[in-house]
């Protein structure tokens, strides 16, 4: 009963980071939105089989493509939606954006909008955490464009050498921006560059949440234990665009299409029946997620921008003997 | 008490390891070729902390600097040396796009106080690849710090400052020709606020704005004009480039009425070229002559002595450049 439960949350959080990034594509459309945005459709399963597995505390390092791994990890619907429409309600104050969500009360020390770049800094905070005994492990997700970048390698090579409490997740959804897999690596999958640095790594269907969140748990476990850096590899697929406004002329109709009917939440509502759950049911998780984030969206559309007078404050801390601006 | 610049520093990073736990130390060297000295002056407190050091770590310098400023968003206090400041260049991303930015981009929420430290500048046959000023590329980044002691009670104070009090992300260059220099540090004397420029010598014929390794060859350039010139040239090490102490230099600027600048950066968007453009709109009523730039001329660092003479700001061309300014024959006695 526990298990279907747990898998009753993780639906609704699937469906809230669905319905989330269709308001988003929404917005985006009608031109409310100022930035670029990279919806995670059809990768929901990866941030919230992930997510599961980590405690209070654990820290968390987000991509360009991170709305549903801040949602996962239980930041506030209405503090995300705010920044990525860039209000002074939004958990960066409306400073950040879609590409640079951070929620430190939820240990989310940071998204970055390039590609690799914040695989380095997981390092640095699972460093910080094994010195400081406290216990605590960081995952990083990153897509398998990053796979491309050098500071991916350098980073393996840092955690395998620390032995560094640090669970990399990647999410391989086949495409580096507009470029497929097979056109721009002669590996398939990123995980085989563990091998030489004797990490520990696993592949998984990214589209299962149970799957995903089955091969988290152990891997949080381990690292967590003192057991290294530990590679989590999740095969999903993205049902949007590189970016909103992405005429996706690279992709191939049939492959869409296949890759439709895996949808991970359509998967997780069959297996929910399998144990014997009411369509109903499920279908009221749903409606009441769709509920939810309509009075988010209410709230959020009629939030106030930031205060302009202040543009010129917060670029470093206050300090002693400095001139105020200078 | 009597101490090398790099003595100066290896106390300073010592004091702080003992001050405060959360003081890391990663990366590589931090005396350049002048690895005795380093081992000498760093040796003792860096092992007496081996626990928080790590100094044999990969070539690896964006993964390092991803993981200071991880390190450092998590809530410790790194310090990265790269050894030579050109290196920096491969671990830029995280220094550039990513620390100076959080605070500002998060509303105040999360701020990353790591400090980085490099020996900039052109050091005697580091040709191309090892002589780089990285100040003027830096100080085009917002919320980034930058530090360029030229003294070693300087370094010792800003250096403790970087590692115990800065709430934010710091560069701080040192100068290979700056690491043996020694001055008597008053090491209990409370440091001069950051941000704030010091007169190391005052005069009243010309202000000559230096900041690192031109602050000691303004000094030597000054007691020239002095002695040969009867001119009294007031020498102002800006010590920080960011925060930048406008206030100093533009009143030493309306005291003489003529400014020379002597900057070791390429002259085309150098320091130097910042310092100008501030005169020229705060106290351009007050100027005599126009204002002049030594620098670096533009071109990449040629590895021949006699040839990175030719391109370097030395304390004979800081002399002609004030002479010239002040409109006196160059080359000429008084």
């Excluded at chain 1, 921006?177 to 998984?204: D, M, Q, W």
């Excluded at chain 1, 989590?232 to 406004?245: A, D, P, Q, V, W």
């Excluded at chain 2, 003479?309 to 080359?331: D, M």
Aim: with cysteine; hydrophobic share 45%; charged share 20%.
């Amino acid at each position: 009963m526990t298990e279907v439960t747990s898998a009753c949350g993780y639906l609704r959080q699937m469906w809230l980071i669905r319905v989330f990034e269709e308001h988003v594509a929404r917005l985006s459309k009608a031109g409310e939105v100022p930035g670029f945005v990279h919806l995670c459709s059809g990768q929901e399963a990866v941030a919230v089989g992930t997510c599961a597995a980590l405690e209070d505390g654990d820290y968390l390092f987000s991509s360009h493509r991170g709305h549903g791994h801040f949602l996962a990890r239980g930041s506030d619907p209405y503090g995300v939606l705010t920044e990525i429409l860039g209000r002074q309600d939004g958990l960066c104050g409306g400073y950040g954006g879609s590409m640079h969500l951070v929620d430190a009360q939820r240990g989310a020390l940071g998204a970055t909008g390039v590609v690799g770049g914040n695989i380095p800094l997981c390092a640095g905070a699972a460093w910080a955490a094994a010195e400081a005994g406290r216990g605590r492990v960081a995952v990083v997700f990153f897509g398998d464009g990053a796979g491309g970048s050098g500071v991916f390698h350098e980073t393996l090579n840092l955690a395998a050498l620390w032995r560094l409490p640090m669970l990399f997740v990647c999410e391989n959804n086949g495409y580096a921006e507009f470029t497929s897999r097979e056109e721009h690596s002669v590996v398939k999958h990123l995980s085989e560059f563990c091998a030489p640095y004797g990490i520990a790594n696993t592949v998984v269907d990214g589209n299962d949440v149970l799957a995903v969140q089955s091969a988290a748990a152990p891997m949080v476990a381990a690292a967590r234990g003192g057991s290294g850096p530990q590679f989590l590899e999740c095969l999903t697929y993205r049902l949007s665009g590189h970016y909103e406004g992405d005429s996706m002329s690279y992709r191939d109709k049939a492959e869409m299409a296949a890759w439709v009917a895996r949808d991970p939440i359509l998967r997780l509502h069959r297996q929910l029946t399998e144990l014997g759950v009411e369509d109903a049911a499920l279908a009221r998780i749903e409606a009441d997620v769709r509920d939810e984030l309509d009075q988010v969206l209410a709230r959020a559309v009629a939030a106030v921008p930031p205060a302009a007078d202040r543009v010129l404050e917060g670029v470093l801390g206050d300090l002693p003997g400095r001139e105020s601006g200078a | 008490m009597q101490m090398t610049y790099l003595q100066a520093l290896g106390r300073a990073i010592g004091e702080a390891l003992d001050e405060n736990p959360r003081v890391v130390v990663m990366g590589s060297r931090f005396g350049g070729h002048f690895a005795a000295q380093e081992d000498e002056a760093f040796g003792p407190a860096l092992a007496k902390h081996a626990a928080r050091v790590y100094m044999s770590v990969p070539i690896a310098e964006f993964g390092l600097a991803g993981a200071a400023v991880g390190v450092a968003l998590a809530g410790g206090r790194p310090l990265l040396s790269f050894n030579i400041a050109s290196f920096m260049l491969h671990g830029l991303p995280p220094i550039v796009n990513e620390a100076p930015n959080v605070r500002y981009t998060t509303g105040g929420r999360v701020n990353a106080p790591l400090t980085c430290y490099a020996l900039g500048g052109i050091r005697g046959g580091g040709s191309s690849q090892h002589s780089h000023r990285l100040q003027s590329m830096l100080g085009n980044i917002p919320g980034l710090q930058i530090l360029t002691p030229a003294t070693a009670g300087d370094a010792y104070g800003l250096m403790k400052w970087c590692l115990l009090e800065s709430q934010d992300p710091t560069v701080f260059l040192a100068h290979s020709e700056l690491l043996l220099s020694s001055e008597d540090v008053d090491l209990s004397a409370a440091p001069l606020p950051v941000g704030v420029a010091r007169i190391c010598r005052p005069g009243r014929d010309v202000s000559i704005i230096a900041h690192s390794v031109t602050v000691p060859r303004s000094i030597k350039a000054a007691e020239v004009l002095q002695r040969d010139h009867g001119i009294s040239a007031e020498v102002i090490d800006l010590r920080t480039l960011a925060p930048f102490d406008r206030g100093t230099l533009l009143a030493s600027v309306r005291k003489t009425g003529y400014a020379v600048i002597a900057d070791e950066c390429h002259k085309s968007f150098g320091v130097n070229a910042e310092v100008a453009a501030v005169i020229a709109e705060e106290a351009f009523a007050a100027l005599k002559a126009p204002v002049r730039r030594v620098a670096t001329a533009d071109v990449p660092i040629p590895y021949d002595k006699g040839l990175e003479r030719e391109i370097s700001v030395t304390a004979e061309k800081i002399v002609e450049g004030v002479l010239a300014t002040l409109g006196r024959p160059v080359g000429a006695g008084a």
